[in-house]
């Protein structure tokens, strides 16, 4: 069974940076399987980065995979305030579909 672990949220102001990370547990066939989702309050979750970005976050984010590590990243560059949301990790791989807990991120002067 995959368990994952987001970590690396927090307050930033405008502008600034932060990375996300995501520590698979259990087996997982293939990193490229990992991505990044958002869900801001009163919204839908949606799709950051996995094998396409949003058009919101291109040129500014950038995802990132270690295999031997079963990690994932989410380098976050630029950041504005309509970035807020808690972010979250997916493992999505024929019937297995797994989230993390989630990490909030506040951009916010």
């Known amino acids: 069974q995959v368990q994952l672990v987001e970590s690396g949220g927090g307050l930033v102001q405008p502008g600034g940076s932060l990375r996300l990370s995501c520590a698979a547990s259990?087996?997982?066939?293939?990193?490229?399987?990992m991505g990044w989702y958002r869900q801001a309050p009163g919204k839908q979750r949606e799709l950051v980065a996995a094998a396409n970005y949003a058009d919101s976050v291109k040129g500014r984010f950038t995802i990132s995979r270690d295999n031997a590590n079963k990690t994932v990243y989410l380098q976050m560059n630029n950041l504005k305030p309509e970035d807020t949301a808690v972010y979250y990790c997916?493992?999505?791989?024929?019937?297995?579909?797994?989230w993390g807990q989630g990490t909030q991120v506040t951009v916010s002067s």
């Open positions: 997916n493992y999505r791989w024929g019937n297995f579909d797994t």
């Open positions: 259990g087996t997982i066939f293939s990193i490229y399987a």
